[in-house]
């Protein structure tokens, strides 16, 4: 494609508009990716991803990047106090979970972003403007439009759509023009990052995933894949952040790890972190993703785990606007996500304020903590499209793999799913079936053991599972399954093909 004009515009190519994007595009929905920068950055800026993300790199076509990624394969992530006390202990999780993947990963960002650039480059249904800044945005009733400028010939252009993504990180244009009204949690921290990847030697014993939270600055090390390995050394106060941005404060940081000149360093920044929270993600046509929607302090590792969150539950809604459904629909992006999201943010707020307080505040040597060992928080989502969280209702699903070893978002791609028992499915009234059809639902039976119990853990024998894999929710037999099915339609709208051609006539 190369119209200026298009359904969907997504500002920034970070991994949420990436993802945001690419899911776009695959759903047929015409779309214009804009970012600054030609290339992707070359070092990583986020690390970690979780096993709910990894499953929605399998809905990317990015899973075969999986095997290149660093996996915990043992141990925890160990949390010390100032004195070298083991106070906190998160346990990696070293089996696959119930999402079918391993529960964390160190994975290498850059590549990500390459893969989905090129796969943009080669839809049908996507533009990339890559090299193109964002000058201007604009909305009306009749759409949105986008000023860009080629930021090395001066060149500039004006896109139009339907909508407007806004990806574009912390200090986002469409942020502005969507609320100035922005919660701060209070978790305001400067750190100093340096990437490096030894050249040579034996690993070092001291190295693995830990924060010590001791005097002059706290520290966390991160293994990372390919070999990479991230310091983090938070700033104190009294620091100032000129004298951590010189090389030789750098090597002296890293003396007690590796001698300068056995590695290379990929990355050295001072970053500010911060804990923001927008009144509202939408306005109109205008939307907001990621770090434009969130900001949050990495000790969770969820900052961009919680962007691709966002890409996944806004990217089904709008296609399905754009083919029919109501504007209510795109109403429940915010209200689900922004409570889902706040779990995290609150966790990874109190974690970095502790690490401040317990290095600057240590405490008497023999007042020795109990050890906590605290499980990972997987939040419902808020009210929304499902209505109240109940029961299923707003539940993340499971993805098993089938009986006959396939995992389940294999077969269903990012489409609504019907899991249920086949007696129960069998049994639905015959106008049921022509709902999911219209719906683009996939129907699956072929339960294993592991479904079936977690069925039966909320006392239903089928659910309905959306695109973003969280459930609309369960019904007990078929009759409820015939009203959840009606239900489901009337508040996600037709997907006929003529119904979306109209709807997009209309609005044009």
């Known amino acids: 494609m190369n119209n200026n004009n298009t359904q969907v515009i997504v500002l920034g190519a970070g991994p949420t508009g990436l993802t945001a994007a690419t899911l776009l595009a695959n759903s047929g929905v015409e779309v214009a990716i804009v970012d600054p920068f030609r290339l992707p950055a070359h070092h990583p800026r986020a690390t970690h991803i979780d096993d709910e993300t990894m499953r929605s790199f399998q809905s990317l076509g990015a899973s075969h990047l999986e095997p290149t990624w660093h996996r915990q394969a043992d141990g925890n992530y160990q ?178 790890y590796y001698a300068a000149g056995s590695y290379r360093i990929m990355r050295a920044d001072v970053y500010r972190w911060q804990s923001l929270l927008p009144s509202a993600w939408r306005r109109d046509r205008f939307f907001i993703a990621g770090d434009a929607a969130h900001q949050m302090t990495p000790h969770l590792g969820q900052g961009m785990c919680s962007g691709i969150r966002d890409a996944m539950n806004l990217s089904w809604k709008v296609a399905a606007r754009l083919r029919g459904a109501p504007d209510q629909l795109l109403d429940t992006y915010e209200s689900e996500r922004k409570h889902h999201v706040r779990v995290y943010m609150e966790a990874a707020a109190g974690a970095a304020n502790a690490v401040e307080h317990l290095a600057a505040s240590p405490g008497p040597l023999d007042d020795i903590p109990s050890l906590m060992e605290i499980p990972f928080p997987i939040p419902e989502l808020g009210h929304g499209l499902h209505g109240e969280t109940n029961g299923p209702a707003g539940a993340l699903s499971i993805q098993p793999r089938l009986r006959n070893g396939t995992l389940l978002d294999d077969i269903v791609g990012y489409n609504f799913a019907v899991v249920g028992d086949p007696s129960v499915i069998g049994d639905v009234d015959s106008s049921t079936p022509a709902i999911w059809a219209r719906m683009g639902a996939v129907v699956v039976t072929d339960l294993d053991a592991t479904t079936r119990q977690w069925l039966n853990d909320f006392g239903v024998h089928a659910v309905v599972i959306r695109p973003d894999r969280y459930v609309f929710d369960g019904a007990k037999d078929a009759a409820q399954l015939d009203t959840l099915s009606a239900r489901l339609e009337a508040a996600v709208g037709a997907s006929d093909p003529e119904v979306a051609q109209l709807a997009g006539a209309e609005r044009r």
């Open 79 to 256: 949390f010390f106090n100032a004195y070298g006390q083991l106070i906190q202990s998160f346990p990696w999780r070293t089996t696959p979970t119930d999402q079918g993947w391993y529960g964390d990963y160190q994975f290498f960002q850059p590549d990500f972003e390459s893969h989905l650039r090129g796969q943009l480059h080669q839809s049908d249904s996507a533009t990339t403007w890559f090299g193109w800044r964002a000058q201007s945005i604009g909305q009306s009733s009749g759409g949105v439009e986008v000023a860009v400028r080629n930021e090395r010939t001066g060149q500039a252009r004006v896109l139009t759509a339907e909508y407007l993504i806004g990806a574009d990180g912390a200090r986002s244009l469409v942020r502005e023009s969507v609320t100035a009204e922005v919660e701060d949690l209070h978790a305001t921290h400067r750190s100093l990052i340096l990437d490096i990847v030894p050249i040579a030697g034996e690993p070092n014993p001291s190295v693995f995933t830990y924060t010590r939270a001791e005097l002059p600055n706290p520290i966390t090390v991160v293994p990372g894949a390919g070999g990479m390995i991230r310091f983090e050394f938070l700033l104190m106060d009294g620091d100032a952040t000129e004298d951590f941005e010189q090389p030789s404060k750098w090597y002296d940081l890293l003396h007690p």
